[in-house]
């Protein structure tokens, strides 16, 4: 007997839907006696593997006259060890097949390698290296000074709008120390001493302040039998890890300034104090933001670049962090166009967020873009490496990345629109006027 045509699109739609089911991640975890997380992902379908090894430090651990330790220590990691000799390696890595890097935010500094699978043991044991046996010395700090100065002037001074970020969390933060960056103040470790910087080490380069998780092609006994031999015997912290525990007040009035740089295109900055992650109201302000900016189709682009024609680029952008942070959104004018214009229509696009509930067609829309976000993110096995890490370290359930898009998709309509009103105010943000030099002509 033959389907009616409208028996089989539904049973299609069944099938496809059941097509559409998440694969669950399996992995182990546990910890070993000296306090380090471990996190072990098997995964055969290509023959590599990602070795991540997360410290929870970052920038927010710093003490304010000494800023930029957490990243700067992100490249004296690369100096060598007491077994492995000066510019070595990241040569030993690529040497053997594989790529290497870190990097390091607000909350934690991340380093990893991918490497071929045979070269898994490898990987350990040279992160078991700089854990236990760092080289931290007048060569190597002076090294390393030079590089992170250059970087900066690179990345921050040299840049258009690269000075972004740190012009605007240190008028939006008074008390909190997202105030400064992670790239910090090269003038604090240029001041800083040999001691400082291995006290620094001893403090929070220690393995109950580390996850170490492993995602690909691994034998997971094997591993653990690995793990055990290059990390078991390194001797845990007896004191405390530091956390700042301060909280921001509340900002009560809007902050307004202008900065002058060197660049062709005004610009208009807004940032908002925005919910930490891992709240109800951050995956609200998340999906906001998509609203806003991801895509050609999104509210910013459709309006203010595309029929406006006010701005050559406009977006929104929330930072995650692990305490209260900033969602940012900037607009780069179009030549003849002044700022006042881009931020007038900037308001408009977050007015209507806070006015209008967003339509079922947009809401469908939203949830996909969000879904189709979260499985490209653990799509290789060191997306999935790092997402165990991090849920892990930030919110003490690395099973997260099997279930923390339900809690996107637990976001309603209503929802989006009662943190469009809740933090989207004037008197909660700081709004930066990026002007072109001057002196230029």
Do not use: C
Not at 70 to 90: D, K, S, V
Not at 95 to 102: C, Q, R, T
Not at 267 to 295: E, F, K
Request: glycine share 6%; charged share 25%; hydrophobic share 35%.
């Amino acid at each position: 007997m033959r389907m009616k045509p409208y028996l089989w699109a539904g049973a299609m739609l069944i099938g496809l839907a059941g097509f559409a089911q998440r694969p669950q991640i399996e992995f182990e975890e546990y910890d070993l006696k000296n306090g380090m997380h471990v996190i072990l992902h098997e995964d055969h379908s290509t023959p590599i593997v990602a070795v991540t090894l997360s410290y929870h430090v970052g920038s927010k651990n710093e003490n304010p006259e000494r800023t930029g330790f957490a990243h700067f220590f992100e490249h004296l990691l690369f100096e060598g060890t007491e077994h492995i000799e000066r510019g070595e390696y990241m040569k030993l890595v690529q040497e053997n097949g594989g790529a290497i890097n870190a990097n390091t935010s607000f909350d934690r500094t991340f380093y990893y390698e991918i490497m071929p699978s045979n070269q898994l043991e490898l990987a350990l044991w040279m992160e078991s290296e700089r854990l236990l046996h760092a080289k931290i010395d007048s060569v190597g700090v002076e090294t390393q000074r030079k590089v992170v100065q250059e970087e900066k002037r690179q990345r921050y001074e040299n840049t258009p709008y690269g000075k972004i970020l740190p012009e605007t969390f240190s008028r939006a933060f008074q008390k909190h120390p997202y105030r400064w960056v992670p790239i910090g103040e090269f003038a604090h470790l240029q001041a800083a001493s040999i001691e400082e910087f291995m006290e620094f080490y001893k403090t929070f380069y220690v393995p109950n302040n580390a996850t170490l998780s492993i995602a690909g092609d691994i034998n997971i006994e094997q591993t653990k039998k690995w793990i055990d031999k290059y990390f078991s015997g390194i001797p845990a912290s007896k004191n405390p890890i530091p956390r700042p525990d301060i909280v921001e007040p509340a900002q009560t009035e809007e902050i307004r300034d202008t900065v002058y740089d060197n660049v062709q295109l005004p610009a208009v900055i807004m940032a908002y104090h925005s919910p930490a992650q891992g709240t109800d109201d951050y995956y609200a302000m998340q999906m906001l933001s998509t609203i806003l900016s991801q895509g050609n189709s999104s509210r910013m682009v459709k309006q203010i670049v595309d029929k406006k024609q006010l701005a050559a680029f406009a977006g929104a952008f929330p930072l995650p962090t692990e305490d209260p942070g900033l969602t940012l959104m900037f607009g780069i004018a179009n030549v003849g166009i002044q700022p006042q214009e881009v931020e007038a229509a900037m308001n408009e696009e977050v007015d209507r967020m806070k006015n209008e509930l967003i339509s079922e067609e947009e809401y469908e829309k939203l949830k996909n873009q969000i879904e189709s976000n979260f499985i490209q993110s653990n799509s290789t096995v060191a997306g999935i490496a790092e997402s165990l890490s991090d849920y892990h370290m930030y919110y003490g359930d690395a099973n997260l990345i099997n279930t923390e898009l339900d809690r996107y998709m637990a976001v309603s309509r209503e929802d989006i629109q009662n943190v469009a009103k809740k933090y989207l105010n004037d008197t909660n943000r700081v709004v930066l006027y990026w002007m072109p030099n001057p002196q230029n002509p």
